[in-house]
């Protein structure tokens, strides 16, 4: 199907992919485009993202690549949108629990080609001067970034609407509309709205969705606990993303510092709170100048989880007109998955570096 024939596309969930496709949609697309969300943009698990924009360790060669394709594209979108995303390049700072892990961790990324240096005592002191103790041994990737969620979601949702996008707030989607093995439209409780294709962007709530299609997404929620930390001075301790066996943290746009934290179970001892008061602990025995640092709050935030963690992304093969995006890792992920989607959302014309990353891989037994 050509690009003239198609008129109307629909896109269900506005987090960080939804709204990062409408944008990418908006600047190619003459059609309509309508985004909807049954609450507010980034109100779903976008909110309670780390959102550190970096390359993945100890997974597979192909997928630690395309996450180094992922952080030029989120560079490209920086220059895009003229800063306006505000991403900090500030880098990123890490050791394992002895030296030598830390070593092998440098040699595998320097394998990839990625760019990352070995940083003495010395040179890791300087860079941040208010950290207690040292190891002999650390890490930087000096590609590597954060950006804050909400706010990015929320202004490409804005330019996406400059560009045209229609959206739709507080619009519950209930069901797919299918004619025959072509999905056509969506019930909402706005009423019946109707698109040559749907795009579901809708984190877990596409399991759902794609129930009613006799689909079983291979889907599951994954739990992880985001504490955010206020500091009176409005000066972080730390000045990269910091992450080591003790603790995941990086300084906000605002002056704060925001923890990343391992769930552990429902049990009252483990909550999100408690978690969190045990993360300060930690904070403030890591770095100095962090008497000033008081727990704000701490939330659960349940990610979409790949059955092989990787991502979702394509045609559901039993249907026409009808795409799913779906991952882990949304916030590095995004700009470059939904550049490449959009291509063959509107072109019809496949993307090889979506391959690996098909539905079908699931029952293909691949």
């Known amino acids: 199907m050509t690009s003239q024939t198609k008129n109307n596309i629909i896109i269900i969930g506005a987090g960080i992919v939804g709204c990062t496709l409408a944008w990418y949609l908006s600047r190619n697309y003459t059609g309509k485009i309508t985004l909807i969300d049954k609450s507010d943009a980034a109100d779903g698990v ?7 924009l970096n390359v993945s360790y100890g997974r597979p060669s192909g997928y630690s690549q395309f996450r180094k394709q992922a952080l030029s594209e989120w560079r490209s979108l920086d220059k895009l949108t003229q800063g306006k995303l505000n991403v900090n390049w500030c880098g990123a700072i890490s050791w394992q629990a002895n030296t030598e892990a ?12 990625f ?31 954060y950006v804050d969620p909400v706010y990015t979601t929320k202004t490409l949702l804005e330019l996406a609407i400059i560009q045209g996008v229609n959206y ?13 093995n072509k999905i056509v439209g969506v019930t909402t409780s706005l009423g019946d709205l109707y698109a040559d294709q749907i795009i579901v962007t809708a984190g877990l709530g596409a399991i759902e969705l794609f129930k009613s299609l006799q689909i079983r997404l291979p889907i599951a929620p994954s739990p992880s606990i985001i504490a955010h930390f206020h500091d009176s001075t409005a000066t972080p301790a730390m000045k990269h ?42 904070i403030q025995n890591s770095f100095i100048a962090t008497s000033t640092l008081s727990l704000e709050n701490a939330f659960i935030g349940m990610r ?29 992920l995004a700009p470059l998955i939904c550049h490449l989607a959009q291509k063959e959302i509107i072109h019809g014309t496949e993307q090889a570096a979506l391959r690996p990353y098909r539905l079908t891989r699931f029952t293909s037994g691949n």
């Open 46 to 52: 976008t909110q309670h993202a780390f959102a550190w």
């Open 304 to 332: 979409p989880m790949p059955q092989d963690e990787m991502p979702v992304v394509g045609k559901v093969a039993d249907f026409s007109g009808l795409y799913i995006i779906s991952m882990h890792a949304a916030i590095t």
């Open 102 to 113: 830390t070593h092998q961790f440098i040699e595998s990324h320097h394998k990839t080609g």
């Open 241 to 282: 993303i910091i992450s080591t066996p003790e603790m995941e943290v990086r300084p906000t746009l605002d002056g704060n510092t925001l923890c990343a934290e391992d769930y552990i179970d429902e049990q009252p001892e483990h909550s999100a709170m408690n978690i969190a008061r045990n993360a300060l602990s930690v």
């Open 168 to 180: 739709l707030p507080h619009t519950h989607v209930q069901q797919l509309l299918k004619d025959n």
């Open 115 to 145: 760019n990352i240096k070995a940083l003495t005592q010395a040179q890791l002191q300087v860079l941040e001067p208010n950290l207690r103790v040292l190891p002999k041994l650390a890490a930087f990737a000096p590609d590597e970034a």
